[in-house]
């Protein structure tokens, strides 16, 4: 199993930025994918998810009104639309997966796979 996160930058505040994952190795219609973030200093923290078909989005409160999670099951990719940017959404964004459907709250540990992450600091 790998997922393979992309698209992270600096960008300023205000900005918005897409990040990618790239999954691997798993029937890619079965699972939920996720995105958590790690800030400089704080524990990761869940952002949204995906379930598997029909592919019901969630949102933290952080971050709803901000963001849109989308998912491309021909391509076996996820995506994470991030807009009005501020500086508190400076973490490390990584993808994940788990089976079928989005439990809310996130929690890490209800989630199998992770991949590398991607950096985003949002920055003047």
């Known amino acids: 199993v790998q997922l393979q996160a992309s698209g992270g930058g600096l960008v300023q505040p205000g900005g918005s930025l897409r990040l990618s994952c790239t999954a691997s190795?798993?029937?890619?219609?079965?699972?939920?994918l996720g995105w958590f973030r790690q800030a400089p200093g704080k524990e990761r923290e869940g952002v949204s998810c995906i379930s598997a078909v029909p592919g019901m989005s969630h949102y933290s409160d952080a971050v709803k009104g901000r963001v849109t999670i989308s998912r491309d099951n021909a391509k076996n990719m996820v995506y994470l639309q991030l807009d009005s940017l501020k500086p508190e959404d400076t973490a490390i964004y990584y993808c994940?997966?788990?089976?079928?459907?989005?439990?809310?709250?996130?929690?890490?540990?209800?989630?199998?796979?992770w991949g590398q992450g991607t950096l985003v600091t949002v920055s003047s």
């Open positions: 994940t997966s788990r089976r079928f459907a989005c439990p809310s709250p996130m929690k890490e540990d209800q989630y199998a796979h």
């Open positions: 190795g798993f029937i890619f219609t079965d699972y939920a």
